[in-house]
């Protein structure tokens, strides 16, 4: 009687295939679906979820993303087991996953058979598009458990060592990085595969299995990657070819840094933002939620010039905005002016952006009554009008910055604030 075997590390051991869950059926169809109706993202985004057939994995990150999974097999090829990995916010830690915390997130897993591949050489097993619905900078990929194993109870056995190939990508080609794990592979800008294949005595990661975090480096909208398979027998009769591969995914985000009474808010790092540069926070661990860093400490370069004197006679104040459009956007600003530490809706201002503006204009009606002082102000640019609805939640897209500012009681004055040179 033949076995089989999946490995999804943090563990030194397999784990049984019985384990998985939602297996799918022959027709391609996977039940999972039934439970998660279009991945529709709620308000805020704040979800993560998988569904997954033999053809197409369709994933929605917190942020609101979604990514489609779409399978071309190579040769013969064809996917036998298509399962879901639900999101688990009390997955513990994986040392082969960066960040460490990457198994909270839900993902998929496959089970590859019938490809076409000789002992002691490579085969082609199938390509892998993922395709988002939004531009993506630098996403992370995260394998925990490709490979595979056959053998029978006479101590015949084939492994099939796995290797990822960076075929393609949309604008451009990206290029991996080693994020973390992969022990006994190597990493290199097009692909990912063993430093040396051999007889081994059993199965971990990083023998036989590759385990890890790639960077694909670059913003994209779409990405390709091979996957291939080299056949290493144990006796004389050989065992049918199977791969298993188990993928999650997480994205850059940037985070909001005023105090905690403003409310956080997130964005997925994308094409278009404040400024002319954006940094990614909160990179040593994945949320379901959206979060802040601490107060004034993020690296914004919106605006520039301290204090912002605000006129006090009931005028307009306007701010230009400079901002990287490769994308068409909107962009929204709260000023608390009433100092009661949250961003109130009659505070906001919103204006388009057009793709390949370099600047934005927002007005805000400044109150009769000035209560002079310190406060704060938050921008947020998305790529559509949902991102930028509210001062708090995920958006799938652009960037958030929080500016401190100065209410300043004059009259017919012109502001102070200045776009970043």
Avoid at 62 to 70: A, H, I
Avoid at 86 to 113: I, Q, R, S
Avoid at 211 to 217: D, E, I, S, Y
Wanted: with cysteine.
């Amino acid at each position: 009687m033949a076995f089989r075997k999946i490995l999804v590390c943090t563990a030194l051991a397999s784990a049984s295939v019985p384990g998985l869950v939602l297996t799918a059926r022959a027709d391609g169809e996977s039940p999972a679906s039934a439970g998660l109706p279009g991945l529709a993202a709620p308000a805020g985004g704040g979800s993560s979820a998988f569904t997954n057939s033999a053809a197409t994995a369709v994933g929605l990150t917190p942020s609101g993303v979604s990514v489609t999974v779409s399978k071309t097999m190579l040769g013969k090829s064809r996917v036998t087991s298509a399962a879901v990995l639900p999101a688990n916010p009390l997955a513990p830690d994986d040392e082969y996953l960066f960040p460490a915390n990457a198994k909270v997130t839900a993902g998929f897993v496959d089970l590859y058979e019938n490809f076409t591949v000789k002992p002691g050489s490579w085969g082609d097993v199938a390509t892998l598009t993922f395709t988002f619905t939004r531009p993506v900078r630098d996403p992370l990929l995260h394998i925990f458990g490709m490979g595979g194993s056959a053998g029978d109870a006479k101590g015949r056995r084939d492994d099939f060592w796995p290797a990822i190939d960076l075929v393609s990508g949309t604008p451009a080609k990206p290029a991996f990085s080693q994020a973390a794990g992969f022990p006994g592979y190597r990493v290199t800008a097009n692909s990912i595969e063993p430093e040396r294949v051999y007889l081994a005595k059993s199965t971990t990661c990083g023998v036989v299995y590759t385990c890890g975090t790639a960077k694909v480096n670059g913003t994209v909208t779409s990405f390709t990657v091979k996957l291939r398979a080299r056949d290493v027998r144990h006796g004389i009769t050989g065992m049918a070819p199977q791969l298993w591969a188990a993928v999650k995914l997480s994205l850059t985000e940037d985070d909001s840094d005023a105090p905690a009474t403003y409310g956080a808010a997130s964005h997925a790092i994308s094409d278009s933002y404040l400024g002319k540069s954006v940094t990614a926070d909160h990179r040593y661990a994945v949320s379901l939620t959206p979060r802040a860093l601490p107060s004034d400490t993020d690296d914004d370069d919106a605006l520039t010039g301290s204090p912002v004197p605000i006129t006090s006679d009931g005028r307009n104040f306007t701010v230009k905005i400079p901002v990287t459009a490769a994308s068409a956007a909107s962009v929204a600003g709260w000023i608390d002016f009433d100092h009661n530490g949250r961003f109130d809706a009659t505070e906001r201002s919103v204006a388009n952006v057009a793709k390949g503006a370099s600047t934005v204009e927002l007005s805000w009606a400044v109150p009769q009554t000035l209560q002079t002082g310190p406060t704060w102000m938050r921008l947020r640019l998305a790529a559509d009008a949902n991102g930028t609805a509210l001062s708090t939640g995920w958006a799938d897209s652009g960037e958030v910055e929080d500016h401190q500012v100065q209410l300043v009681q004059l009259v017919q004055a012109e502001s102070t604030v200045k776009p970043a040179s």
